[in-house]
C-alpha cells in the first residue's frame, strides 16, 4: 500500500549520503552561517522566528536559504501544528563530520 507523501512533509537527506562541500558551500553564505549560529545558541525555532535573525532579507531570499541548509543536511524543517520547526542537526553532523560544527560556530 503506497503512502501519500503530505505537502508538509519535506524530504531531508540521510547525512551518509551528504558530502563535506555541500555542508561547507551552505554555510558559506552569511546569513546561512548566522542562522546555523541561532539555531546552536537558541536551539529549536520556528520558521518565523528564524525570519527575525535578518528581517531585510526577502521572504524568497530565506526560503532559499532554508532549503538549502536542509538539503546540505544541516537542518530539519519539519511541521508543528501550524508552524514549522527549524532544528540544527548538530548529533548527526558530529557523527558524520567530527568537529566541523564547533570549529565553523566558533566567533
Known sequence: MSRERSPRLMEHPDLEQVELPTVLF?????SRLALVRELAVEG??????CRETDPDVPKSTFSH???TLREAGLIRNEPAGRHRVVTLRRDEL????????DAVLRD
Open 44 to 49: 529549536p525555532r520556528t520558521v518565523e522566528a
Open 94 to 101: 558530529e557523527g558524520r563530520f567530527p568537529g566541523l560544527l
Open 65 to 67: 536559504h532554508l532549503r
Open 26 to 30: 551552505a554555510l558559506s553564505d552569511a
